[in-house]
């Protein structure tokens, strides 16, 4: 898994490669803790995602609960089909904002209010 | 400061950090830092965690439990820096093996938790094993922390449940299901739409605990496919959903989707009951394998004669031990388990009687167990349905120790309303007493309709559309020379055996599935139809199509289209079901009860008023409601000639509106609530062969 961080338009975005499991979950979630902490919005770019296991859905979702509680706005964008599939069928996918591409969702993240 | 004081490593053992474990809960739980595991055995002279890497199945290591890991029969163990993702686990007991004295420890054996949360092995359903595998069903974690959201139960009175009898992969693999998920939860939840159209408020499903498809599997005779274990009557996990039926299985995601089905459907309003099986395991007799439990402490769980070998009250080889304390207690965390964790609304109990035996078989008068599931505060609220009798010759209908809270599958109502569909019966006094919710079978227990869950199909024998279609069982299919399934079908083929394209025995079986369905939707109590019934599936006529994982057994939607008259049919009977509070009391009615508009709560009739011939292929009865002014007529003709009956007279400003005419073509077999044709007043009605007919009574239209 690696992280790689950008901002634009207000927007922290970071982009997400690799396989979000139990193993990497400490390390995804305080440094996406620390960028959220930082900006109003984060962005998530889950284009380079590979595989997104149970806890790995957990760490997302509670990031986004982290994210709501402190005012903050959280959205993900270019989720390849397959992993957005799994997040469909296992009731994840509707807790989140998803967009289809960064832009969106740094447009979307900048125009709303949490 | 936060967290235990004693979450730390004491000691170190095949190279893992370890400490003496919690015992409860019993089987895997996370911990912070590690993870706990808790087994019973009371034989066990020594036991090992083993732990397996899930990606490579490779062995991780093998942790032998010192002495001072145990607690009274139970060890356990506290496992530090073990990732929950990454592993899977089992364990090795040694201790007695001595057949005949009902033990079978075998330390050469790795065996499965029987609280395992999940299951690996036969992950994606019918994906070739690694036959070669000696442990191939291994327990894993799972997160159990789930968003419910807001999730409630739908929590419907019993007498207003309309009951769908389901397979889960059977729902949607058909290819013309059309759902992105073929076969899956998933696909359950993309056709929600289709059951809320029907008006069915609660899916029974059959088995979806962990199971293994490939047991006893062996080749097709005619087809040459691979005969399964498709219904899944064979438990391998009880904790553990069925991996095969969930898109996500390979990725062990099972329990969540599972989780989203329930979800989704408690959201359109419909209740979920699971078909458990309590009364035996996948581990068969003598000669089957040993899993889990056998190996685990043989005396404890299996119930044994006195020379060692296995009670088959089940017919499917051993008979779970369910009135042992520690069985009872497994079995009732196990139901508490799926309410709270899965938030399931009731079971249906597969061959319960079973379940009302004691250790060495016999029946008792007060079976603990049954007594804890009635009485738990868990399962308060929860629908308990029993099928009442086993395969040990063990008939409890209507005498089923139920504390007040079991139903049960009405085996009487099946087979008499067959006999007067088919017209083999004349008795419409027989019919009557079904019709009124078989106050012979539950009124004097106080229980009432609601303990009556009618049926004319089920999952076990023929589907409704082969009810009317053979006279005899077809099974060559499951390679057992057609001696498996019963012979008591009770069927009628309407003078052809099998498919025909005759329009009037085809218009006449149509017509039966009709009266069929419309008798279900009139009787009190709670109807339950089989998957399919409603358009008109068939299997070709085999009443026991346990075995095949095919378009056989796979619901055909294409059948929406091709039997939209039968299914119109269905989803305004079931809605005439709904508009009638008459039809869902949750009573017995009496004929000495003075009901709406001058008629009694229930009165009988024939060709004339107020008098009924019970011995005769005519039935007429008027139900007033005590609550309101609710009255319908129902009347069935299942003789070969048209009968004409004079109608009981409306009262003044009232009038006869037809509800159902099973005797008309579509679509004047069946009319949205209330918008049927009025009746002259003082008519006659003429009921065609083998028509049933509802009329209501209304205000008389302007």
Known sequence: MTLTFTSSNGAAVAAVTGNITHAVSGEFQSSLLAALAESPALVLDCSGIVMLTSAGLRVLLLLHREASASGKRLALASVPPAVRDVMEVTGFLDQFQSHPTVAEAIAATSQTKP | ?702
């Not at chain 2, 395992?116 to 036969?122: I, P, Y």
């Not at chain 2, 309003?269 to 007799?285: A, K, Q, R, S, Y």
């Not at chain 2, 089957?288 to 404890?300: A, C, E, F, Q, V």
């Not at chain 2, 007493?433 to 004097?444: C, M, Q, V, W």
């Open chain 2, 1 to 702: 400061m936060s967290g235990r004081i004693d979450l730390y490593p004491t000691e170190e053992i095949a190279g893992w950090k370890v400490r003496p474990g919690q015992v409860f809960p019993y089987g895997v739980s996370l911990v912070p830092g590690g993870v706990n595991f808790s087994i019973f055995s009371s034989v066990a002279t020594s036991c090992s965690l083993v732990l397996f890497d899930k990606a490579s199945r490779a062995l991780l290591a093998e942790i032998p439990l010192p002495e001072s890991f145990r607690i009274g029969d139970v060890w356990s163990v506290t496992v530090f820096g073990l990732d929950p993702e990454t592993f899977e686990y089992g364990f090795r007991i040694d201790g007695p093996c001595d057949h005949q004295s009902g033990h079978w420890c075998d330390r050469s054996n790795i065996l499965l938790d029987p609280r395992a949360r999940a299951v690996s092995g036969r992950d994606v359903w019918a994906a070739e094993p690694d036959w070669t595998d000696p442990f191939p069903y291994r327990g894993f974690v799972v997160p159990e922390d789930f968003d419910w959201r807001g999730d409630r139960a739908p929590q419907i009175p019993s007498e207003d449940l309309v009951i769908y009898e389901m397979h889960v992969r059977g729902f949607t693999r058909h290819p013309t299901s059309g759902v992105g998920h073929p076969g899956t939860y998933a696909g359950v939840v993309e056709k929600i739409p289709y059951l809320r159209e029907l008006g069915v408020n609660c899916v029974e499903l059959l088995p979806v605990f962990e199971f293994d498809e490939f047991e006893l599997s062996r080749p097709n005779p005619v087809t040459g496919a691979l005969n399964m274990n498709y219904w899944g009557y064979s438990t391998v996990g009880f904790f553990a959903p069925k991996a095969g039926y969930a898109a996500t299985g390979a990725a062990g995601m099972q329990a969540d989707e599972f989780k989203t089905m329930v979800h989704a459907l408690h959201a359109a309003g419909i209740e979920v009951l699971l078909d458990v099986v309590f009364n035996h395991t996948c581990e068969g007799d003598h000669r089957g394998p040993s899993i889990s439990l056998r190996g685990l402490d043989n005396k404890t769980y299996y119930m044994l004669t006195p020379d060692g070998y296995y009670h088959n009250f089940s017919g499917c080889g051993n008979s779970l031990n369910c009135n042992n304390p520690v069985v009872r207690e497994m079995v009732l965390e196990c139901l508490r388990y799926w309410v709270s964790e899965f938030h399931i609304d009731g079971f249906r109990f597969d061959a319960a009687a079973i379940l009302g035996r004691d250790q060495s078989g016999g029946p008792m008068l007060n079976p603990p167990l049954l007594e804890s599931v009635a009485s738990d505060p868990v399962l308060k609220k929860c629908k308990l349905i029993a099928e009442a009798w086993d395969a040990g010759g063990l008939y409890l209908l209507g005498s089923f120790p139920n504390y007040g809270r079991f139903a049960e599958w009405n085996g009487k109502f099946r087979d008499e309303v067959r006999d007067f569909l088919r017209g083999q019966s004349t008795s419409a006094g027989q019919l009557a007493t079904r019709l009124a919710g078989s106050p012979d079978l539950y009124e004097a227990s106080g229980r009432g309709p609601r303990a009556s869950v009618n049926f004319l199909t089920c999952h076990d024998g023929f589907t409704l559309r082969d009810l009317v279609s053979y006279n005899a069982k077809h099974n060559e299919a499951n390679d057992e020379g057609n001696r498996d399934g019963i012979d008591d079908n009770r069927s009628w083929n309407c003078g052809v055996e099998g498919e025909s394209d005759d329009p009037e025995v085809c218009a006449l079986r149509l017509r039966q599935s009709k009266n069929a369905i419309l008798s279900l939707m009139v009787a009190r109590g709670i109807p339950m139809l089989l998957m399919g019934d409603e358009m008109g599936r068939t299997q070709g006529g085999n009443n026991n199509a346990y075995c095949h994982d095919s378009a056989f057994n796979w619901l055909d939607w294409s059948l929406v289209d091709k039997e939209h008259d039968l299914l119109r049919f269905s989803r305004l009977a079931i809605a005439l079901r709904r508009a009638h509070p008459v039809l869902r009391l949750p009573r017995h009615p009496r004929a000495d009860a003075t009901g709406a508009l001058g008629f009694p709560e229930v009165s009988w009739h024939g060709r004339k008023p107020w008098q009924p011939d019970w011995d005769s292929g005519l039935a007429v009865v008027v139900w007033a409601s005590t609550d309101g002014p609710d009255v319908i007529l129902y009347a069935w003709n299942t003789t070969p000639y048209s009968e004409q009956i004079e109608l009981p007279p409306a009262p003044g400003g009232f009038q006869w509106i037809v509800e159902v005419n099973t005797g008309c073509p579509s679509p004047d077999d069946i009319h949205e609530p209330g918008t049927g044709p009025a009746m002259e007043p003082g008519g006659c009605f003429l009921i065609g062969a083998r028509s049933s007919i509802v009329l209501k009574l209304a205000a008389k239209r302007p």
